[in-house]
């Protein structure tokens, strides 16, 4: 067991962030070495970061010719319905958007509104009421500004503090819409998770997915924007299997890996029950 890819990790990520990964490797190593982890300490079977990066690095690598991953991506967005050429991928991690600031000056009033008075009051102190949203993983294509929320176990959030309506889903969308505007692209946004969680509906977000389908019921859970505005906008919100995208990535980039690069990934993800079938 050894963490791969830590060139492109410190690529994309913080120097912390790296040295975090890095000791939930070796923390998970040490363990099974000498005896079972604390759960309580056991970041590396859980982490969603990890999966996250395990599942787009190969996006960033340099052995994988461009032509490699621009299939990977047309891959990606033909299994969720979208057929767009794709000439160009940049891979971002972790990235934080800010939300609009027309966004808080609506919350400023709508948490007067707010059930819990202590809630109330502290909003009557704070400058900011809510901060930046994180991304796990932004694919920007030519065309589109991929923005994806991934989830292994748990689940969405249904609120942020003081929005007490502001589901994950709803949020990536608001703050996804000025980013999009900017880099003169398109937005989708996905929800990346186990397929059996998805397909049993046991979770928050396969109902949030399922409404999404209609931009009438986004703006009902962003409505300080108009239909019209996320539609110019969104090309869609939906959900992938993350074992979907591990199949696209791996099966098109395993010629370019070396043979240890791809021996871990593919262990790391059959002790997750998310490798594809061969």
């Known amino acids: 067991m050894r963490f791969i890819y830590e060139d492109i990790a410190k690529k994309l990520l913080t120097y912390d ?10 923390q998970a190593e040490k363990a099974r070495k000498i005896g079972s982890l604390d759960p309580k300490e056991n970041q590396y079977d859980k982490a969603e970061e990890l999966i996250t990066f395990y599942a787009f690095a190969p996006l960033e690598h340099e052995k994988i010719p461009l032509q490699v991953k621009n299939r990977v991506m047309e891959e990606i967005l033909i299994s969720i319905g979208i057929n767009e050429p794709v000439t160009e991928v940049k891979v971002e991690l972790e990235k934080d958007i800010l939300p609009p600031d027309n966004y808080l000056k609506w919350l400023r009033n709508k948490v007067k509104e707010h059930p819990i008075g202590y809630i109330r009051s502290e909003a009557e102190t704070k400058k900011t009421l809510e901060g930046p949203t994180q991304v796990d993983a932004i ?10 929320e991934v989830k292994f176990t748990s689940d969405i959030s ?8 502001r589901n994950q889903i709803a949020r990536l969308i608001d703050v996804g819409i000025p980013e999009a505007i900017k880099r003169r692209k398109t937005l989708v946004v996905l ?9 049993k509906r046991s979770r928050f977000y396969y109902y949030k997915i399922k409404e999404y389908s209609e931009s009438s019921n986004i703006q009902k859970d962003i409505p ?7 539609n110019v906008t969104l090309e869609k919100a939906t959900w992938a299997s993350l074992e979907t995208i591990i199949k696209a990535v791996y099966h098109n980039v395993k010629r370019y890996l070396n043979s240890e690069e791809f021996a871990e990934a593919e262990r790391f993800f059959k002790e997750r029950m998310l490798w594809f079938s061969t």
């Open 158 to 165: 249904p609120f942020t503090k003081f929005g007490l309506a």
């Open 139 to 148: 694919v920007e294509t030519n065309s589109l500004l991929v923005l994806i």
């Open 191 to 199: 929800c990346c998770t186990p397929s059996e969680l998805f397909e």
């Open 224 to 230: 300080w924007r108009t239909t019209e505005e996320i």
């Open 17 to 26: 962030r790296v040295s975090k990964y890095k000791s939930w490797v070796e």
